[in-house]
T-cell receptor, first 112, second 114 residues
Framework: DVKVTQSSRYLVKRTGEKVFLECVQD?????MFWYRQDPGLGLRLIYF???????EKGDIPEGYSVSREKKERFSLILESASTNQTSMYLC???????????FGPGTRLTVT | SQKIEQNSEALNIQEGKTATLTCNYT??????LQWYRQDPGRGPVFLLL?????KEKRKERLKVTFDTTLKQSLFHITASQPADSATYLC?????????????FGQGTELSVKP
């Protein structure tokens, strides 16, 4: 059974803290993605990666960075968390365009 | 400007009826279009993919149509059941650089009443 796992289901952090969200996939997929999902705004792409050490900005990259040192792992980093980064964060992976994306269970991050 | 729009209102239907969800887009040229189901508090789950040169795709009780002239996809669930209640997302599958990315609509919430 294919799987995308995320490091935490729920996370509470304080403003200004550095936050790491980790995502691991076991399907040997080339492409990995980070989204955030907010009520009324839908799923928005933050960053994606189509190969190890490669990254591309999505629609809302400001305030975020990513790291992909190994094919199976894609990390999202909030350098200095702010309250407007309170959201549901979803990781996904796929074989490429024309193939479905497999999503993790999500991390609900609250920044206070 | 580029836009992707789904039924903004929640859709309430009676069990056994056919649910029809709409996805319209402007100023995009997707190679494919995908539909996902999302339950509260969980990640989206892939349902169907249709290519730009396909008019229709079926999978069990699900049917998707794709009209690139109208820039519209319709998603049908026949003989709907309360278990079909969820939010349904359409996504444009865009070839980008050496990979691809999805542009999601905001989703339509479907409620099937017994």
């Amino acid at each position: 059974d294919v799987k995308v796992t995320q490091s935490s289901r729920y996370l509470v952090k304080r403003t200004g803290e550095k936050v790491f969200l980790e995502c691991v996939q076991d399907m040997d997929h080339e492409n990995m993605f980070w989204y955030r999902q907010d009520p009324g705004l839908g799923l928005r792409l933050i960053y994606f990666s189509y190969d190890v050490k490669m990254k591309e900005k999505g629609d809302i990259p400001e305030g975020y960075s990513v790291s992909r040192e190994k094919k199976e792992r894609f990390s999202l980093i909030l350098e200095s968390a702010s309250t407007n980064q309170t959201s549901m964060y979803l990781c996904a992976s796929s074989s490429g365009t024309g193939f479905e994306q497999y999503f993790g269970p999500g991390t609900r991050l609250t920044v206070t | 400007s580029q836009k992707i729009e789904q039924n903004s209102e929640a859709l309430n239907i009676q069990e056994g009826k056919t649910a029809t969800l709409t996805c319209n887009y402007t100023n995009y040229s997707p190679a494919y279009l995908q539909w996902y189901r999302q339950d509260p508090g969980r990640g989206p789950v892939f349902l169907l993919l249709i290519r730009e040169n396909e008019k229709e795709k079926r999978k069990e009780r699900l049917k998707v149509t794709f009209d690139t002239t109208l820039k519209q996809s319709l998603f049908h669930i026949t003989a709907s059941q309360p278990a079909d209640s969820a939010t349904y997302l359409c996504a444009l599958d865009m070839i980008y650089n050496q990979g691809g990315k999805l542009i999601f609509g905001q989703g339509t919430e479907l409620s099937v009443k017994p």
